[in-house]
């Protein structure tokens, strides 16, 4: 689905950031030659646009595929992902808290699907698996529903950053992609030697809570 195989690839994504509305972080997606690989990164900064009263949060920064062409009847298209059940993603990051971001078909423009990018090896390479029917349907960041992904539906996927701290951030990515089931126990297989030798076990009591707020909005 996206693979940055080369500096071409990089125009398959746009990026974005709170200076659309007059905020301060700054965002780049580039080709690293040394990694082969996609660097998404830049500065965070929170501090508020000070023209713009009606601004009250800032600190965001984000990629994301650029919307699909429309067909000869000038409609929309979609991924469909109907017989797939997880996102894949190889990359190389910092211990900040990055988040996937799927956007489908839905009442709004603004609302997207969201779920953490949990990584347990920050500095080195390693693949995150998502199941698509965890993640949350969010508006501006917060949770509006547990509506799962319309998988027939899908139109753009990206990471974004917005965990309300100060500074630099730095995250490679190789590829993106949406799995089969058995393709997913492989590389959940694969990972689990590498999530037990942990260099960030903190995040391993992170993702507990995550999964167990989950579980406390489903009853």
């Known amino acids: 689905m996206l693979h940055f195989t080369g500096p071409e690839v990089l125009k398959e994504c746009i990026t974005r950031s709170d200076k659309e509305i007059g905020g301060y972080s700054t965002v780049s997606l580039?080709?690293?030659?040394?990694?082969?690989?996609?660097?998404?990164?830049?500065?965070l900064s929170l501090d508020l646009p000070p023209s713009r009263p009606e601004v009250q949060r800032s600190g965001y920064a984000m990629f994301r595929t650029r919307d699909p062409p429309?067909?000869?009847?000038?409609d929309e298209t979609y991924w469909d992902w109907q017989t797939l059940s997880h996102v894949a993603l190889r990359v190389k990051g910092d211990?900040?808290?990055?988040?996937?971001?799927?956007?489908?078909?839905?009442?709004?423009?603004?609302?997207?699907?969201?779920?953490?990018?949990?990584?347990?090896?920050?500095?080195e390479w390693e693949v995150a698996v998502i199941p698509i029917n965890q993640f949350l349907l969010t508006h501006w960041g917060r949770v509006e529903s547990l509506q799962e992904v319309e998988k027939d539906k899908v139109r753009t996927i990206g990471i974004g950053l917005l965990d309300r701290?100060?500074?630099?951030?730095?995250?490679?990515?190789?590829w993106i992609k949406a799995i089969s089931d058995d393709e997913a126990e492989r590389y959940i297989v694969e990972g689990r030697a590498k999530a037990t030798k942990?260099?960030?076990?903190?995040?391993?009591?992170?993702?507990?809570i995550a999964e167990s707020r989950k579980k406390e909005m489903e009853l």
């Open 165 to 174: 701290r100060y500074g630099p951030y730095s995250l490679y990515v190789d």
């Open 70 to 74: 429309k067909n000869f009847l000038d």
């Open 198 to 208: 942990s260099t960030n076990p903190e995040l391993l009591l992170e993702k507990r």
């Open 30 to 43: 580039d080709w690293d030659p040394k990694e082969r690989a996609a660097h998404f990164h830049g500065n």
């Open 95 to 123: 211990r900040r808290k990055y988040l996937v971001n799927i956007q489908s078909k839905t009442a709004l423009p603004t609302e997207i699907h969201q779920h953490r990018l949990f990584l347990y090896n920050p500095g």
